[in-house]
Structures are given as structure tokens and as C-alpha cells.
């Protein structure tokens, strides 16, 4: 088993760890299990969720990822290399409040010693809050019916000097409620082109919106969105165009008239990341996840 590192950031160029009897299940009886994981995490200083290079080798300095990172974990607590899927994945600077994953092991662990053997082995910005036994037909993407982001702005006229990385700064004054008003034409199932990046891998821009909301709290103002996926950069791309109707630049309109052009270029800026949480998916209850994670 290979010793633990002593750091406190994102994991650099670790080996994946070595099968040893007393860790992984005997060969002659390889039963399979899948478990589900709970994952928080603070997503500055890795480059995002998806791994960069290959499973079991290396990452290079300075492009240290979030799935890497975990699956180092996992794989050391197993005691064989293990590959993750994810309910989403997030860009660089994204937080994530409950990302969920799946993966699959024959060691023999309890759901209590993968929660707190794994958090042991990773960096003091990733947690798994919980861990549960899953149906070998779960799948962290594709058994997810909805996905629920929370973006929030510091809306005052001095930059926040603490918990400036889970915040957005906009200095002019934003009427949430007309951010609000604007956002509800974008409910419903619709071609969201207007706030996908260039780069959105997606076949075709259809999502459908369920739920979206912009509230103040003090001098907080917080956008909330459920959908049951999401493009490339589209809570950030809605955002943007949201804060220029805040700000009186755009009038509440402008918002239903951007998504009947289907065209990127006419939009708002992307918002930063730092502002972003990803609060995870939502299952149906069949699977018997918490809560948090069930409709």
C-alpha cells in the first residue's frame, strides 16, 4: 500500500496503489459491488471535475483534477484501481455541494469505512459526506432526473474579503425581482443555444428548465436553477444575461427574446465560476439515496 502523502492541495503525479490480499477480495470470489458516493468539494486549484490524462497515470503539475483526485482515494481504500462516474461534470473554480458518483469494487468495505477512509485520503478541500450500497443499474449520470445549480453575487459596492471564492462581485445595484420576472420565460422545455459555449459538446441545445429562481438576501443575491441537464457554461451564460436586466441595461424581455434567437453571440458575458455550486442531482426515490439527492 503506498504511504500516505503529506500535502494539503490537490494530489500531484500519484501512483495508483497495488492489489494486496488482506485489501481486495479473493480471487476466487470477485463479486462485484457499486456503491454511490456524496461528494463535496471547494473546486479552486484543480482544473475542473474530468480527468486529464489517463486512468492510472500521473497528472502533470498544474492540471490536477477533482475525479483523479477522488479516484487516488478510492482506489488506495479498495486496494485496486477504480474509475468514477459522475452526476455532472464542473468546470475549473466550480463548487460542487453533493456531487454524486458511482463506482464499482469487490473489496469488501461498509458504506461508513468508504465514506471515512476515503475522506482520509484526499486533499482538505474534497469530503464524502455519505456513502450507499446502489443496484448494479444505478448510474450517477444517467439515473439522475434533474440537476439543481446556486449561483451568488455579492451585490455591493466593496469586493467581499471573506468567502470571496464562493462569490461573484457586482458593484452596480441589481433588482432581483426583475431578474427574477425576466428568468421564468426561460421555463419549460427549449432550445437554450443563446447559453451554451461555443465549445458545448451537446448533439442539440434542448433542456428542460424546471425550476428557476432569484432571491435577496441582504446584499446577497442568489439565482437558483433546476433542469434536467445542463449545457456547456448555461447557468453561468443565463446569469450573465440575468445580471444586465438587474442592472437596468436590459429590459425583463430581453431575457425571452434571447432564447427565441438561438444565438450565443447576442447574450449576456459568462458570469465568473467562483459563484457557482453545484447542489446536485435529483433521483427518484427508487434508489433510496438522502434525501438531498431524491425528488
Known sequence: MPARPNHSGPRRNAPHPVN??????PPDSPVTHRFAL????????FCGWQRLSKHGEPEREGEETLQAALEFAISFVAGHPVETICAGRTDAGVHAECQVVHFDSHAVRDPRSWMLGVTSRL??????????????????????????????ILNRPVRAALGRQYLSWERRPLD??????????????????????VHCQS????????????????????VEVQANAFLHHMVRNIVGS????????KPERWIAELLETRDRTVAGPTAPPTGLVFLGPRYPAQWNLPAEVTL
Do not use: K
Open 242 to 249: 440575468l445580471l444586465m436586466v438587474g442592472s437596468g441595461e
Open 20 to 25: 494486496t490480499p488482506a485489501e481486495s477480495s
Open 176 to 197: 432581483a425581482d426583475a431578474m427574477h420576472r425576466a428568468a421564468q420565460a426561460l421555463l419549460g422545455e427549449n432550445d437554450f443555444s443563446s447559453f451554451r459555449t
Open 203 to 222: 448533439p442539440h441545445a434542448w433542456r428542460e428548465l424546471q425550476d428557476i429562481r432569484v432571491t435577496r438576501t441582504g446584499d446577497i443575491v442568489e
Open 38 to 45: 456524496g461528494v463535496e468539494y471547494d473546486g479552486n486549484g
Open 123 to 152: 486533499p482538505p478541500s474534497i469530503a464524502v459526506r455519505w456513502c450507499r450500497p446502489v443496484p448494479d443499474d444505478f448510474h450517477a449520470r444517467f439515473s439522475a432526473r434533474a440537476r439543481r445549480y446556486r449561483y451568488r
